[in-house]
């Protein structure tokens, strides 16, 4: 059994920053890519941010220089830096991760946390 523990949300001016936090725990072999996915109300999910096993990035257009994801393979953690936030940031964000357990690989999702950017 493998879980996902998201952290880090909340309520936020614009132009403020967040950090959120995304801890995998349980039978874990090895960890692959990690992400972070976001769906704002009737809108579908949209990639945010994702790392590989190697550090390599790549982010949707939209938060390009104001998010950073990086991830901690000690701990089996990934973060989202989110800075200069925008209300069009409200959403609810998922970590996404791509591991491999005991004989087989799995794609677990977090339970997701609540950003909202808001005067």
């Known amino acids: 059994q493998v879980q996902l523990v998201e952290s880090g949300g909340g309520l936020v001016q614009p132009g403020g920053s967040l950090r959120l936090s995304c801890s995998a725990s349980g039978r874990i072999f090895s960890i692959n890519a990690m992400g972070w996915y976001r769906q704002a109300p009737e809108k579908e999910r949209e990639l945010v941010a994702r790392i590989t096993s190697g550090g390599t990035t790549n982010y949707a257009d939209s938060v390009k220089a104001r998010f950073t994801i990086s991830r901690d393979n000690a701990k089996n953690t990934v973060y989202l830096q989110m800075s200069n936030l925008k209300p069009e940031d409200t959403a609810v964000y998922y970590c996404?991760?791509?591991?491999?357990?005991?004989?087989?690989?799995?794609?677990?999702w977090g339970q997701g946390t609540l950003v909202t950017v808001s005067a």
């Open positions: 996404n991760v791509d591991l491999y357990a005991p004989y087989r690989r799995l794609e677990v």
